[in-house]
């Protein structure tokens, strides 16, 4: 069990006389909560995805990614735009689909030619998860197309 930060219907303070652990036992904050059995092998991180102007994504871990890129010559081939400091880019579908028509079998490569067939607009794009990148030096339009739809898929800001 984990304990969720801000539970605030638990009565706090006070002489814990009603509390079942008495005084002896630590105080905690939270309700608790069962959560997934982490005791099996490392959880994967998302560290690239591929996404329509819908949202529909493919997400890779930082394994997959490697393999994919590396089968796809870093994706050059469909490339419309990328950022020169990190991996995000806009790729043209049909370009896509050729480029994964022509690469070694790989796991993912169906839900991609699936994610790239189904696409609403002529392009989706790539999001570099594994590393933090402003994306200042990525100059051309496609920077603006990019991020309008980053922000577009994010909802509107909290803070503002």
Not at 15 to 24: E, K
Not at 68 to 77: K, N, Q, R, V
Not at 104 to 133: I, K, N, S
């Amino acid at each position: 069990m984990d304990l969720l930060v801000g539970d605030d219907e638990r009565s706090h303070g006070g002489d814990r006389s009603n509390d079942a652990a008495g005084a002896a036992g630590p105080r905690r904050y939270g309700a608790a909560v069962p959560t997934a059995d982490r005791s099996g092998p490392e959880l994967a991180v998302a560290d690239l995805a591929v996404l329509d102007a819908d949202g529909e994504d493919v997400v890779f871990d930082a394994t997959e990614a490697r393999e994919f890129l590396s089968l796809t010559g870093g994706l050059e081939a469909a490339t419309v735009s990328a950022c020169p400091g990190c991996r995000s880019r806009i790729l043209a579908v049909v370009a896509l689909v050729d480029l994964l028509d022509d690469a070694p079998p790989f796991a993912r490569a169906g839900e991609l030619l699936e994610l790239a067939d189904e696409a609403p607009t002529l392009h989706v794009y790539v999001r570099d998860l594994g590393q933090r990148c402003t994306h200042r030096q990525w100059r051309d339009p496609g920077a603006e197309e990019w991020s309008d739809l980053m922000v577009q898929l994010a909802g509107p800001a909290i803070v503002r």
